[in-house]
Nanobody, 126 residues
Framework: QVQLVESGGGSVQAGGSLRLSCVASGRAVSNYAMGWFRQAPGKERECVVA????????YYADSVKGRFTISRDNAKNTVYLQLNSLKPEDTAVYYCAAVLSRVSWYYRRANQYDYWGQGTQVTVSS
């Protein structure tokens, strides 16, 4: 079992930045592919960023390319999501997800992930 806890959300103005953290416990996150998803009210949960267990392969949704950056510190069992140049349309609950995988590829669909955090709210005002 893996427990994931996100933090770092908050309210910022457009153009601002936040750094989200996802701390894993129970298992070494180094064996897991990780993803960050978001869900806005009335919308489906979407994958914004995903990374393979090794960090070699990453996926960024077109809407966040060049603005969001995923990184992982396996020694700290933590995955980060740096959010820059935030826009009002980035407002959502952001979720961290994990799936046990040593394949050097990422996963983009929510149903491919086995473990989820509780989410952290990001609100961007114009």
């Amino acid at each position: 079992q893996v427990q994931l806890v996100e933090s770092g959300g908050g309210s910022v103005q457009a153009g601002g930045s936040l750094r989200l953290s996802c701390v894993a416990s129970g298992r070494a996150v180094s064996n897991y592919a990780m993803g960050w998803f978001r869900q806005a009210p009335g919308k489906e949960r979407e994958c914004v960023v995903a990374v393979s267990w090794s960090g070699e392969s990453t996926y960024y949704a077109d809407s966040v390319k060049g603005r969001f950056t995923i990184s992982r510190d396996n020694a700290k069992n933590t995955v980060y999501l740096q959010l820059n140049s935030l826009k009002p349309e980035d407002t959502a609950v952001y979720y961290c997800a994990a799936v046990l995988s040593r394949v050097s590829w990422y996963y983009r669909r929510a149903n491919q992930y086995d473990y989820w955090g509780q989410g952290t709210q990001v609100t961007v005002s114009s």
